[in-house]
Nanobody, 122 residues
């Protein structure tokens, strides 16, 4: 089992920045690729970013490419999502997830955090 806890969400004005953190416990963190997803009210859970086990490779949704950056610190069992130039359409609950490889579908991840709310005001 892997337990994931997100933090760092909040309310920010358009153009601002937030950094989300996801702390893992349980099994060896570096055994897992990590993904970030988001879900707005009434919408599906969408892929945002993924990072491989070592942190050497990342992958982003087109909608966030150039604005969001995912990184990880395996010594701290933590993955991060730095979000810059935030837009109102980025408003959602953000989730981190652990899986074997980077996947763009939620079904590709076995473990999920509880989510953290990000609200971007215009």
């Amino acid at each position: 089992q892997v337990q994931l806890v997100e933090s760092g969400g909040g309310l920010v004005q358009a153009g601002g920045s937030l950094r989300l953190s996801c702390a893992a416990s349980g099994r060896t963190f570096s055994d897992y690729a990590m993904g970030w997803f988001r879900q707005a009210p009434g919408k599906e859970r969408d892929f945002v970013a993924g990072i491989n086990r070592s942190g050497s490779s990342t992958y982003y949704a087109e909608s966030v490419k150039g604005r969001f950056t995912s990184s990880r610190d395996n010594a701290k069992n933590t993955v991060y999502l730095q979000m810059n130039s935030l837009k109102p359409e980025d408003t959602a609950v953000f989730y981190c997830a652990a899986g074997i490889v980077i996947a763009t579908r939620p079904q590709g991840y076995a473990y999920w955090g509880q989510g953290t709310q990000v609200t971007v005001s215009s």
